[in-house]
């Protein structure tokens, strides 16, 4: 398994543009998320998805979309880049998103991450 | 939200037990405790989770005591590889789960 890809690696956009960050995963999860990291500090969970069709807010969402039409893809989109959404983005997936007496573990999954430069 | 609070750094040498600990005074009763390791340019990995008492993997222990208010993820014999920062986690889902700054482990030889 691959397990989460994300593309692209890095990317510089100008300010006002868009782009599409892409996520895919092959571990058949159906919790998946988006993160972004700036520098020094922790991650903040930007939207997440418990299954195809089915999104939710996270901590930071402004400035940003998502999409769940199939369980392995959960692209995330800038529409009008900023330099605040300078930062580096991660994708993350899990089994499932709480734990039970049957699931010990609900560990999420990270991608390599995709380091974003808005100038 | 359980807020929680690491030291920001710690200093350690190859071959001792590293102890970390979190606090997590307003901890619900639903919510789990995880702790993560970051490399430098790379996503976050799943190191250990607990509910209570004790829980131990190949990796690490996790300490947790009675009320719950805190957890103390101990790595045995670190290495230099063990540099890193290590981050506790508290919630009942993956959504409300917050990761903080984090500790900077920095392990010398």
């Known amino acids: 398994n691959a397990g989460v890809t994300q593309t692209p690696k890095f990317r510089i956009l100008k300010i006002g543009q868009s782009m599409t960050l892409q996520c895919t995963q092959d571990m058949n999860h159906n919790y998946m998320y988006w993160y972004r990291q700036d520098p020094g500090m922790g991650l903040k969970l930007i939207y997440y998805s418990v299954g195809a069709g089915i999104t939710d807010k996270g901590e930071v969402p402004n400035g940003y979309n998502v999409s769940r039409s199939t369980t392995e893809d959960f692209p995330l989109r800038l529409e009008l880049a900023a330099p605040s959404q300078t930062s580096v983005y991660f994708c993350?997936?899990?089994?499932?998103?709480?734990?039970?007496?049957?699931?010990?573990?609900?560990?999420?999954?990270f991608g390599p991450g995709t380091r974003l430069t808005v100038t | 939200l359980a807020k929680t609070t690491q030291p920001i750094s710690m200093d350690s040498y190859e071959g001792q037990e590293v102890n970390i600990t979190c606090s997590h005074n307003n901890i619900a009763t639903n919510d789990y405790i995880t702790w993560y390791q970051q490399f430098p340019s790379q996503g976050p990995r799943f190191i250990i989770q607990?509910?209570?008492t004790k829980v131990t993997n190949e990796v690490a222990s996790l300490f947790i005591p009675a009320d719950r208010k805190s957890s103390t993820l101990s790595l045995p014999r670190v290495s230099l590889s063990d540099t890193a920062v290590y981050y506790c986690l508290v919630g009942a889902g993956n959504n409300d789960m917050r990761f903080g700054a984090g500790t900077r482990l920095t392990v010398k030889p």
């Open positions: 607990g509910y209570k």
């Open positions: 993350a997936s899990s089994y499932s998103t709480v734990a039970g007496p049957d699931l010990d573990i609900y560990e999420q999954y």
